[in-house]
């Protein structure tokens, strides 16, 4: 019995050996996946969150930095307050009416992007990594999957569109107003040639009146 109790405790022991290697093996995968997917985020050129999709490549000027801004279906957020972090400082900016904003930057690198105040982009290995640089100019383009939260923009398009509707409308009114004028006058009935006649011998009528009156004073007289 002694001894199958030290077989069993030695096997035991063995095992519990055996598991803390695998144990330690996952951990160290876990981590390493971890790191390699943190620095994989910070080399690519694209960067997925909830609030925005970001993707961005190097072209234009050396120091400037280009950004669209737009929602889920495409229509260009306009009026938002864009800020740019560069290792040597931030800057601000606002779209224009197409979504875009162009701004001339010093430094070497950027390291995010805020819009409205909500971060949409960062790079914090920028520094180490020279990625994005700003030495050959910068593009982003960033759609918006919270536009009610990141963006002025979407709002404004709102009340744009409720104003082109209005408009519409009342166009619409206009036309009918002038379609109902014409047809008014269509229909009105145009002067006949008696009655034209009628009024136009009507003065006559008058004179003569006003010269038998004439006649009779002189023949009382």
């Known amino acids: 019995?002694?001894?199958?109790?030290?077989?069993?405790?030695?096997?035991?022991?063995?095992?519990?050996?055996?598991l803390k290697r695998w144990a330690i093996f996952i951990v160290v995968i876990f981590v390493v996946g971890l790191v390699g997917n943190w620095f994989w985020k910070e080399l690519s050129p694209n960067q997925y969150g909830p609030l925005a999709d970001v993707t961005w490549k190097t072209s234009g000027l050396p120091n400037t930095v280009h950004v669209h801004l737009e929602d889920e279906q495409g229509r260009p957020l306009v009026a938002t307050l864009l800020?740019?972090?560069?290792?040597?400082n931030e800057y601000d900016f606002t779209t224009n009416m197409q979504g875009d904003a162009n701004i001339v930057c010093t430094g070497q690198v950027l390291f995010g992007i805020e819009s409205q105040h909500r971060t949409v982009f960062s790079k914090s290995l920028a520094m180490y990594t020279g990625s994005p640089?700003?030495?050959?100019?910068?593009?982003?383009?960033?759609?918006a999957k919270r536009p009610d939260l990141i963006s002025r923009g979407a709002g404004i398009y709102d009340e744009m569109k409720r104003e082109e509707e209005l408009l519409e409308v009342l166009k619409k009114n206009e036309e009918a107003r002038k379609t109902e004028d014409v047809s008014a006058d269509e229909g009105a009935t145009p002067p006949t040639k008696e009655?034209?006649?009628?009024?136009?011998?009507?003065?006559?009528?008058?004179?003569?009146?006003?010269?038998?009156?004439v006649k009779d004073s002189g023949g009382e007289q």
């Open 1 to 18: 019995m002694i001894t199958v109790h030290i077989r069993l405790f030695t096997y035991s022991f063995k095992g519990g050996l055996v």
């Open 83 to 88: 800020t740019i972090y560069t290792d040597d």
């Open 133 to 143: 640089s700003l030495a050959d100019g910068l593009d982003f383009h960033i759609v």
């Open 195 to 213: 009655k034209d006649v009628e009024e136009s011998t009507q003065p006559s009528t008058d004179s003569e009146d006003d010269s038998t009156a």
